[in-house]
């Protein structure tokens, strides 16, 4: 009792939890008056003097996939054609960006596009006061031009690559980028961000920013569009432009240059989190004694270094997780073993999925008994084991 009364006067006294608390509260207030405000380009709200972004259709084959499973009229239903909204890029006069990269337009719309497209993002981040009293605020110096980058996701490896990464990728792709431009990326970014932009795009090192003030108001805002769907016709999964998938993985190829490709085959390792683990990857290791695994916890490399493992590797066997965002960067003729939940959201394949489509890897996808409903950990057991080596084989 004496622990428990102590944590709690300890989260009430703690400066952190104190202005977490404080910002929820403040932000719930302007709910409403921010809502009213809010302009999203893919719905082209009357009146607001933006034109809705344009479209095209677009096929996912299942031609390089394998599905071990039960539940198939999941893919027949996901894998087809879908709408995709087109990139596009706003470059803004008299915008400001306000906290963790919301954007305001010199008429106070607030852009959707700066938070994901869609409302629950912007209402994650709790900032609706900061929108609300914005004129009160004193406003940052005004830099040149600055990319912004920054959203509530940033601190997921899948999101940063396929959203950040990606929309510098396709900013390049579309001629946008001229080497002068600052980076708003937010406070306290994950060591990723700064090191996956240095490897890709080593001339915005150092241009960075990284602790602006809660308002500021550079000469000219860009604001690259999120490059994925998700609707009600996508069955709420994100499906991504090809182009951020082909492009991200044509420049992780292009910095491998020169450098001789030494084959390897992983075995990725979630033993060190608290869900998705394999709990016997020894037995697996020696059951596949001939692949010569190389067991791989990839929290302990730098982002470079997974590109270059990637990008040599030949199979890779991984339990569904943010580490299979790396396949972004292996050469074709990879061979990928996802090993799935069965008790998991089948959605969040298409992630992993779509990527090996677009860069016509191999991609076997084995559903697999967890454990505990909850952390959803896997004990490969004689069927799977079995699934796996006749993935194996079948690519020989």
């Known amino acids: 009792m004496n622990r428990d009364r102590n944590n709690f006067f300890g989260k009430l006294l703690d400066k952190d939890h104190l202005k977490h608390a404080l910002n929820f509260k403040m932000s719930g207030l302007f709910d409403g008056a921010v809502h009213e405000c809010i302009f999203d380009h893919r719905r082209n709200a009357p009146g607001r003097g933006y034109a809705a972004p344009a479209t095209r259709k677009l096929h996912l084959s299942r031609e390089h996939l394998k599905y071990y499973g039960k539940r198939d009229q999941w893919w027949s239903d996901a894998f087809g054609d879908v709408e995709i909204f087109e990139f596009f890029v706003l470059e803004l006069e008299g915008a400001e960006l306000i906290g963790e990269g919301i954007v305001v337009d010199r008429d106070g719309n607030v852009l959707l596009e700066s938070t994901i497209f869609r409302e629950k993002y912007l209402q994650q981040l709790r900032q609706n006061h900061l929108i609300y009293f914005r004129g009160l605020l004193p406003a940052?110096?005004?830099?040149?031009?600055?990319?912004?980058l920054a959203?509530?996701?940033?601190?997921?490896?899948?999101?940063?690559?396929?959203?950040?990464?990606?929309?510098?990728v396709l900013l390049q792709l579309g001629g946008y980028l001229k080497g002068d431009e600052s980076l708003f990326v937010g406070r306290?970014?994950?060591?990723?961000?700064?090191?996956?932009?240095?490897?890709?795009?080593?001339r915005y090192c150092d241009r960075l920013l990284v602790t602006p003030p809660v308002r500021s108001k550079p000469r000219i805002?860009?604001?690259?569009?999120?490059?994925?769907?998700?609707?009600t016709a996508t069955?709420?999964?994100?499906?991504?432009?090809?182009?951020?998938?082909?492009?991200?993985?044509?420049?992780?190829?292009?910095?491998m240059q020169g450098k001789q490709r030494k084959p390897v085959n992983l075995l990725i390792s979630r033993a060190r989190t608290n869900q998705r683990r394999l709990l016997n990857d020894d037995f697996l290791i020696q059951e596949l004694a001939e692949l010569k695994l190389q067991r791989v916890f990839l929290e302990d490399l730098k982002f470079a270094e997974q590109v270059e493992l990637f990008y040599n590797a030949n199979i890779i066997i991984a339990p569904h997780g943010a580490g299979l965002t790396n396949i972004l960067f292996c050469d074709k003729g990879t061979t990928v073993i996802e090993l799935f939940p069965d008790n998991r959201d089948l959605g969040e394949a298409i992630g992993p999925v779509s990527i090996s489509i677009h860069l016509g890897l191999t991609h076997f996808f084995i559903e697999c008994e967890t454990t505990d409903e909850k952390r959803q950990d896997i004990l490969v057991g004689e069927s799977t084991l079995e699934q796996i080596k006749q993935a194996v084989h079948s690519t020989k």
């Open 140 to 148: 940052g110096s005004q830099a040149g031009t600055v990319i912004s």
């Open 151 to 168: 959203n509530v996701l940033k601190w997921n490896y899948y999101h940063w690559i396929m959203e950040g990464i990606g929309r510098l």
């Open 188 to 202: 306290n970014p994950p060591a990723y961000i700064g090191d996956s932009i240095n490897f890709l795009f080593p």
């Open 221 to 231: 805002l860009v604001l690259p569009s999120f490059p994925y769907t998700n609707n």
């Open 235 to 255: 069955r709420g999964n994100d499906v991504y432009l090809p182009d951020v998938i082909t492009g991200i993985n044509a420049m992780a190829l292009y910095r």
